[in-house]
């Protein structure tokens, strides 16, 4: 059987072929290469200045091609993309021979994770332009991510004060020590390495005082001495250092029209935030917004209820496996006029207190004995004082909401495969796990990067490449 074998890699030719001709029409880069070319520096906050004295900097479009190209196949790292400058021809014809090192790339980054955070917002309103997001039905989803820090680096007022304690211990003992050196053992040097050990002791003594006078000032819970923009995140994989990365995708085809990172370790706070957020850039409010139960807080839901806009979300209690309880609160009635509820056996619970903390009205049994004397004691309720009830400020918004989620299911059912799978392509396809800058501006400016990637693999499998590159160009 006859083989076949390569040319001669050390033979020169007569005339070498352009780079261009190594990078077919339908390669993906060349959508990628084509995209930053179509991007409105300006509006990014990128100031390109020719004339610009001293040193020459590398062009911005080039080293921003570099970044979004390089997510696009998982490489995240400024060194490997350096190596990749040298080593894979697609790098090299995006870069057009330009080798920059991994310090001008990481500097690049670092330095512009403002104009890069807007590099997203361009996309969408190029995607709206073209059609490809209608701004009708809205998905929310979140997803946590771990920080560039670590969770050992995480302080609160209890493990402040267990330091602190612990410190004072020693720098009291070193000081009980100085007490029984002799003047003999001063010329064998252990007095010398007592003071050193005593001045780093009250070096780091000063440290975890300045922690925890930030956790007092700020009214922090914790934070974190490596990014204290970070949070402590809890997850599957257990507590770790980290933000909340937010996605809104559009119904029409899965686009994302805004990616944003909190540092929260919930989502109760975020439904109303962003989905206005997409609302700006899509330039009027959108029909239905929907997300999981994970939002369910009715404070925020009513927020954008009040806009006319449907708002899709299961309560906690909707979503949960357990067995309805015959006597859950569900089953009590409610009387709006005379402002109390009856239970299941028609025994009135009337308003008691406000509970302040919770903005709940407290409504209980006035004669507890008629709890005791019910044949339902123990099921019902354990209390010694009879069964109590609580009720929302907002209740009517709430069973407003959950009427609502009950009547569009179908709606909810889209959301797993249009809110959730951006999250599983940057997981698995981008291979990102966690953030590589620090501060919310940094992780902001790779969660729009990662975004923005998304979006151009759902516009390439919409369009193709050459047709893309055609559209971006014009």
């Known amino acids: 059987m006859a083989y076949r074998y390569g040319n001669n890699r050390y033979q020169r030719e007569l005339m070498p072929e352009s780079i261009d001709e190594y990078i077919k029409e339908d390669d993906p880069v060349r959508a990628y290469d084509a995209f930053i070319e179509a991007l409105d520096l300006g509006k990014l906050g990128i100031t390109l200045d020719p004339n610009k004295r001293g040193n020459p900097e590398y062009q911005p479009r080039v080293m921003l091609k570099l970044l979004v190209y390089g997510t696009s196949y998982g490489i995240h790292s400024s060194r490997k993309l350096e190596r990749a400058l040298y080593h894979n021809f697609s790098f090299i014809w995006l870069a057009q021979g330009l080798k920059p090192d991994h310090k001008t790339i990481a500097e690049f980054r670092r330095r512009n994770t403002k104009a890069i955070a807007q590099v997203l917002k361009q996309c969408a309103l190029l995607c709206i332009r073209l059609n490809l997001i209608e701004g009708n039905t809205l998905f929310l989803d979140g997803s946590k991510i771990r920080a560039n820090a670590s969770i050992s680096n995480s302080w609160d007022k209890k493990k402040v004060e267990k330091v602190l304690k612990r410190i004072d211990c020693r720098i009291n003992e070193i000081l009980q020590e100085y007490d029984l050196i002799d003047d003999a053992e001063e010329e064998n040097g252990s007095l010398v390495t ?150 299941p056996e028609g025994h009135r619970l009337t308003f008691s207190r406000l509970n302040k903390k919770k903005e709940e009205r407290v409504y209980f049994i006035t004669d507890k004995r008629i709890c005791f004397s019910c044949p339902h004691l123990g099921i019902c309720t354990r209390s010694k004082s009879g069964r109590i009830v609580t009720r929302l400020h907002n209740e009517k918004v709430r069973e407003k909401l959950e009427a609502q989620y009950e009547s569009n299911k179908e709606i909810y059912k889209k959301r797993k495969e249009k809110a959730e799978h951006p999250f599983g392509h940057i997981k698995r396809n981008l291979s990102f796990s966690s953030f590589l800058l620090r501060g919310l501006d940094g992780v902001r400016a790779e969660a729009s990067i990662l975004a923005t990637c998304f979006n151009l693999r759902r516009m390439i499998t919409i369009f193709g490449v050459p047709k893309l590159v055609q559209i971006l160009r014009t």
């Open 194 to 343: 007592m003071e050193s050990e005593l001045k780093n002791q009250r070096v780091l003594k000063a440290k975890v005082e300045g922690i925890l006078k930030e956790l007092e000032e700020q009214e922090l819970k914790s934070v974190n001495t490596t990014d204290p923009a970070c949070t402590r995140i809890n997850s599957l994989h257990g507590s770790n250092a980290g933000y909340s990365m937010q996605n809104v995708v559009d119904e029409k085809h899965g686009l994302i029209i805004i990616s944003d990172v909190a540092s929260v370790n919930n989502d109760l706070t975020q439904f109303a935030l962003q989905i206005d957020k997409a609302n700006r850039v899509l330039g009027s409010n959108c029909k239905i917004a929907c997300a999981d139960s994970g939002y369910a807080s009715t404070d925020e839901l009513e927020k954008i209820d009040k806009k006319g806009i449907l708002v899709v979300v299961p309560s906690q209690r909707q979503v949960s496996d357990k067995k309805p309880n015959p006597f859950a609160k569900k089953h009590f009635t409610y009387h709006d006029e005379g402002d109390y509820y009856t239970c």
